[in-house]
């Protein structure tokens, strides 16, 4: 096992709604290796997102970490993130410089009114004490990097002069103007089409191993998780249900609900109706006792329904919330 | 080759930039114009004052009280001549211990240019008496004169110096505090923003008349009349900042939560940043608008405080101030001309609406 660039213990973030607290990340605990890539996967309304926001301490209202422990390890100094206050100085100078992120919207991610030139001097400005021909030759310099065609001349164009392909190229190159150590990147090809979706999933592959970057990628897309990440964790409801490598994903997952997820994935040539999950996600305000998947899961015990099952460590770095699993638990 | 085609597509396509459009819009509208250029005028004509005029501003002609305006005669027994005025004889009315005025249709005095005449300070730089146009001997009212015999059309160019000038500082001053006020609260909603409206809604019940009033009440009579000049701008700025304030928030809040905000938040930008870089650049066309719609607000707010007399003091003087002189019937009737000052405050008034119509037409991005 290699270095932990960052370690998530015990985090737990709370809305504060009027209909109640919505434990929209609740007791997750995760690691990311230096240099590898980290999936997290989970349908909408899980905590992908709000796990990746709590790491970036930019939780949006009524949104409070509530608890738990960022620990950021940047040249063997470890550093707990979360004792940072959310608007100051230091925590400022870790997002972008240390911990960049890239959203899965790159059509309304940059600003309209200024070049895309500018935008990526600005991220540069921001982090690094550069003057301003040095800033513009940076800023051309990730554009060539991200393989922008004639990076010269696109820096002095408006966002809506690019494609939806080259916009999410700009973030990334806005990303790594200060070569961060952990990329976030939140669903970054959901809105782009495959062909794009491929050649931007290699560009991350390419610039994380020239870079030894790590990634968490956010997505709901096993076949990009497939694609790129090292190991995996599967959210469910806030919590974490199964921590896995890609190998045993596809070929061996634990969970029940991971095993549906699996399932639900369409094969070509196939003719059967696609297997789906029965039921829906439960509301977050009112979610059932014990184990919050049981109302959907096809090997229900009495027990599931009265107590939460703890995570289970079974075999090697995996992790696995289900009772099923409790005899066999080392 | 193909490339090349390509590349003049992209040229094409990019064309136009925002600002061109609009001011491609801004050309067609003829009323936004031709009140730009009746603007530009009267503000060239203020700055230069007393040189445009045959008299300087402050300069009294007793034996002139109430001269009405002086005929300008372009043609004499010979038919079209070089105009002339003729000599404007006073005579004491004993019945009603008036000055009564006759010309004197024997004697002539050409208009001439550059009129070496009263001394004036010009642009606050030199003192010179050189004027544009004036005659070298008798009288030359082109508006009539006032009580103490002032010639009315250069007090009007100078008065307008300081109507224009604060209609213009007091926008600048309400435009800053409120798109301010109005982006703070609305970025940080919240408390911030609850205190914030509160402040701004105290501003807004009262009629603005009132507050205008009794924020001028509060200027104290006995400091120079250069600091009574700022105090009046400030109050006219307090009663205009406020609904700006409100429609900046109310943008400020529909673009806060947009993406590429959160993108710059994660960039390490901070609220300052966020706030003057991201989200203020988006209305600054908004707040263009606005202020040019204001600024009309501003003039007829001075003008009023001006004429009820708690604005400008003597011995400044601007449009409002004195059109004091046409607050009674029996003035308006027997001296018709007092009243001119307020020709010039409607054209100002109109060719800023006018103005702001346009802009408004020509760059707001979502009208049609």
């Known amino acids: 096992m290699g270095e932990n660039i960052l370690e998530v213990k015990n985090l737990k973030t709370y809305f504060h709604t009027e209909e109640g607290i919505i434990k929209a990340v609740d007791d997750v605990t995760f690691s990311v290796e230096k240099g590898k890539t980290l999936g997290i996967v989970g349908e909408s309304g899980c905590g992908k997102s709000i796990t990746s926001y709590s790491i970036m301490q930019l939780v949006p209202h009524p949104g409070i970490i509530e608890n738990g422990e960022i620990i950021y390890n940047s040249n063997n100094k470890k550093v707990n993130l979360l004792d940072f206050s959310p608007h100051s100085k230091e925590m400022r100078k870790v997002r972008g410089n240390d911990i960049a992120m890239i959203f899965q919207e790159p059509m309304t991610s940059l600003n309209p009114i200024f070049t895309i030139g500018n935008q990526i001097r600005e991220a540069i400005h921001l982090h690094q004490d550069l003057n301003e021909k040095e800033e513009k030759n940076r800023a051309v310099e990730v554009l060539k990097h991200v393989g922008i065609s004639a990076p010269e001349k696109r820096v002095n164009e408006y966002p809506h002069q690019l494609s939806g392909g080259m916009k999410q190229r700009v973030m990334i190159a806005m990303a790594l103007t200060c070569k961060p150590n952990l990329l976030i990147a939140d669903e970054p090809t959901t809105a782009l089409d495959v062909t794009i979706e491929t050649q931007i999933l290699k560009l991350m592959n390419d610039i994380q191993k020239e870079l030894k970057m790590s990634i968490i990628l956010i997505t709901h897309d096993l076949g990009v998780i497939g694609e790129m990440a090292d190991y995996i964790i599967v959210m469910y409801t806030g919590k974490i249900v199964e921590k896995i490598n890609k190998r045993n994903l596809f070929n061996n997952p634990k969970h029940p609900y991971t095993q549906g997820l699996i399932d639900s994935i369409p094969t070509i040539g196939k003719k059967e109706r696609l297997k789906s999950i029965k039921g829906t996600v439960p509301n977050l305000t009112n979610l059932p006792s014990g184990c919050y998947f049981s109302p959907r899961c096809p090997y229900k015990m009495d027990k599931c329904e009265k107590k939460q099952p703890p995570l289970f460590e079974i075999g090697d770095c995996q992790g696995v919330r289900c009772w099923l699993y409790e005899e066999e638990e080392l | 080759m193909k490339s090349n085609i390509k590349e003049k597509k992209a040229n094409k396509v990019k064309g136009q930039t925002q600002f061109q459009k609009s001011l ?22 203020v700055i230069l004052g007393s040189f445009l005029t045959p008299y300087s501003w402050k300069e009294q002609h007793p034996e002139y009280s109430f001269a009405p305006p002086t005929k300008i005669n372009f043609f004499d027994e010979d038919g079209l001549t070089w105009p002339y005025v003729n000599k404007i004889i006073s005579e004491l009315d004993y019945e009603t211990y008036s000055y009564k005025y006759k010309y004197d249709k024997e004697i002539k005095y050409p208009i001439k240019f550059l009129v070496r005449g009263e001394t004036y300070n010009f642009l606050g730089l030199f003192e010179t008496n050189l004027h544009l146009w004036g005659v070298n001997e008798g009288e030359i009212f082109l508006f009539g004169a006032d009580n103490l015999g002032r ?64 924020l001028s009440a509060a200027i104290p009579a006995d400091i120079s009349p250069y600091l009574v000049l700022l105090g009046i701008i400030i109050v006219l700025a307090a009663a205009t900042w406020a ?45 263009l608008v606005i202020a040019t719609l204001n600024l009309p607000a501003i003039v007829i707010g001075e003008s ?27 003035s308006i009737a027997s001296h018709m001309w007092l009243l001119i000052p307020g020709i010039f405050i409607l054209i100002l008034v109109l060719a800023y609406n006018f103005l702001g119509d346009a802009l408004r037409d020509s760059i707001d991005p979502y009208s049609n």
């Open chain 2, 151 to 214: 010639d009315l059309f250069s007090r009007i160019l100078v008065g307008g110096r300081i109507s224009i000038g604060i209609s213009l500082f007091a926008v600048l001053f309400s435009t800053i505090v409120g798109t301010i006020i109005g982006s703070i609260t609305g970025y940080f909603s919240g408390k911030v923003d609850m205190l914030g409206q509160r402040i701004i809604e105290t501003f807004i019940v009262f009629p603005q008349i009132l507050i205008w009033l009794s």
């Open chain 2, 243 to 287: 609904r700006l304030a409100r429609d900046i928030r109310a943008k400020t809040l529909s673009v806060r939560e947009n993406d590429h905000i959160q993108v710059a938040k994660t960039f390490g930008a901070s609220h300052t940043r966020i706030i003057f870089r991201h989200i203020l650049p988006l209305h600054v066309s908004h707040i």
């Open chain 2, 24 to 45: 491609m819009k801004f050309k067609r509208n003829k009323r936004g114009l031709v009140s730009l250029l009746v603007i530009i005028i009267l503000m060239f004509s």
């Open chain 2, 304 to 330: 009023t405080l001006s004429f009820l007399g708690i604005g400008i003091k003597s011995p400044l003087t601007s449009w409002g101030a004195l059109m004091r002189q046409a607050q009674n019937i029996n």
